[in-house]
């Protein structure tokens, strides 16, 4: 019987532009006390990539995502379907892994109404953090924020960078939903859509696990107050989209509702009462972006479900073939002086056709 613990760590990555990054994540799987039965690496159309890591890896399993699907929701699937182990986690490939990290994972499988579990991001800032950036709006370069658990608790998501599933969980929802997470510059929720998907599936719950830690590298291209506002804005539209998606599945965006009805009031008093202005302005700027984004979102959806759909007409039976008369061949020409002229044989219109 196979361990129950038993976890594979899955590893997806895109560009060579990261190969720092990319080895250092897998340096740091090494370190782990509970020690993955396998890592796999799954590089997203780009070959000459997966080729140097094979080189330089040779103990993990390196697949290529070459399917019609890129980012990083078919590129996790891809390297998920390699994993034999009733677990499954994955990090991503500007991480680096605590070495309790997936020990802290995999605790609370014990329970077996656990789906998945989550653990928390560390910034690592490779620029100064903005003097205004809100602690309440980490998510935006992909950092705990303030207002998440601070010990063990249950929640609705985690995020996909520090996760590990059930297999057989993960697999009967179909993984992640292709084509709707990261790809190029469009982000969408797709570990929140993932999260609600395998709870429904087996009604059962994920935890969060502050104890779990991965640092991420934050570029100085997200230090930008411009960055900041798209990454909301990209926000509210992913979240619409994620909802409808979701439609037959109740309060989708519950958590969302409470974060802007306490999470953020909280902070905004707090930032004004301490005298931290330029924080507050920053997170009105942030809600006012995805609210602006989300509007957008349900206006494109109801101009979509608007639009005249066009009935194809309703077939009717041919009305019966009516033979042709016989044919008559003309009467012989006549020609000048009494000649008559006898008809050629006629070539049919057919011949010679594809």
Same mark, same amino acid.
């Given at each position: 019987?196979?361990?129950?613990?038993?976890?594979?760590?899955?590893?997806?990555c895109h560009?060579?532009?990261?190969?720092?990054?990319?080895?250092?994540?897998?340096?740091s799987?090494?370190?782990?006390?509970?020690?993955?039965?396998?890592?796999?690496?799954?590089?997203d159309?780009?070959?000459a990539?997966?080729?140097?890591?094979?080189?330089?890896?040779?103990?993990?399993?390196?697949?290529?995502n070459?399917?019609?699907?890129?980012?990083?929701s078919a590129t996790?699937?891809?390297?998920a379907?390699?994993?034999?182990?009733?677990?499954?986690?994955?990090?991503d490939d500007?991480e680096t892994?605590a070495?309790?990290?997936?020990a802290?994972?995999?605790?609370?499988?014990d329970d077996?109404?656990?789906?998945?579990?989550g653990?928390?991001y560390?910034?690592v800032?490779?620029?100064r953090r903005?003097?205004?950036?809100?602690?309440?709006?980490?998510?935006?370069?992909?950092?705990?924020?303030?207002?998440?658990?601070?010990?063990t608790?249950?929640?609705?998501?985690?995020?996909?960078?520090?996760?590990?599933?059930?297999?057989?969980?993960?697999?009967?929802v179909g993984?992640f939903?292709?084509g709707?997470?990261k790809?190029g510059d469009v982000?969408?929720?797709?570990?929140?859509?993932?999260?609600?998907?395998?709870?429904a599936e087996?009604r059962?719950?994920?935890m969060?696990v502050?104890?779990?830690i991965?640092d991420?590298?934050?570029?100085?291209?997200?230090?930008?107050?411009r960055?900041?506002?798209?990454r909301?804005?990209?926000?509210?539209?992913?979240k619409?989209e994620?909802?409808?998606?979701?439609?037959?599945?109740?309060d989708?965006l519950?958590?969302?509702?409470?974060?802007?009805?306490?999470t953020?009031?909280l902070g905004?008093?707090?930032?004004?009462v301490?005298?931290?202005?330029?924080?507050?302005?920053a997170?009105?700027?942030?809600?006012?972006?995805?609210?602006?984004?989300?509007?957008?979102a349900?206006?494109a959806?109801?101009r979509?479900?608007a639009?005249?759909?066009?009935e194809?007409a309703p077939?009717?039976?041919?009305?019966?073939?009516?033979?042709?008369?016989p044919?008559?061949e003309? !009467?012989?020409?006549?020609? !000048?002086?009494?000649r008559t002229?006898?008809?050629?044989p006629?070539?049919?219109a057919?011949?010679g056709?594809a």
């Open positions: 019987m196979s361990d129950p613990a038993a976890v594979t760590v899955a590893l997806a560009s060579a532009e990261r190969l720092p990054s990319i080895r250092a994540a897998i340096e799987l090494r370190r782990q006390s509970h020690r993955p039965a396998a890592v796999v690496v799954a590089v159309h780009n070959a990539l997966g080729a140097v890591l094979r080189t330089e890896f040779p103990s993990a399993v390196v697949v290529g070459d399917g019609p699907d890129r980012g990083a996790r699937n891809v390297a379907a390699r994993a034999r182990t009733p677990l499954i986690a994955f990090l500007d892994a070495p309790t990290w997936l802290g994972l995999v605790a609370p499988f077996p109404r656990v789906v998945g579990t653990g928390r560390r910034p800032w490779n620029s903005p003097f205004w950036f809100p602690d309440e709006f980490g998510w935006v370069v992909g950092a705990h924020y303030r207002g998440m658990p601070t010990t608790a249950r929640v609705r998501n985690v995020w996909a960078g520090s996760m590990a599933v059930r297999a057989e969980v993960f697999r009967a993984g939903r292709t709707f997470g790809v982000s969408r929720p797709e570990d929140t859509d993932l999260c609600i998907r395998m709870a087996r059962g719950h994920w969060y502050p104890q779990a991965v991420h590298d934050v570029p100085a291209s997200r230090a930008s107050l960055f900041f506002a798209g909301c804005y990209a926000e509210g539209v992913g619409i994620m909802r409808a998606a979701l439609d037959d599945l109740p989708a519950g958590d969302e509702q409470t974060y802007l009805t306490r953020v009031p905004l008093a707090r930032n004004v301490t005298g931290r202005l330029d924080r507050a302005a997170m009105a700027l942030g809600i006012a972006c995805a609210a602006a984004g989300a509007a957008w349900s206006w959806a109801r979509t479900e639009a005249p759909r066009t194809a077939r009717t039976e041919a009305a019966p073939r009516t033979e042709a008369a044919r008559t003309a !009467a012989p020409r006549t020609e !000048a002086a009494g002229r006898t008809p050629r006629r070539i049919g057919g011949s056709s």
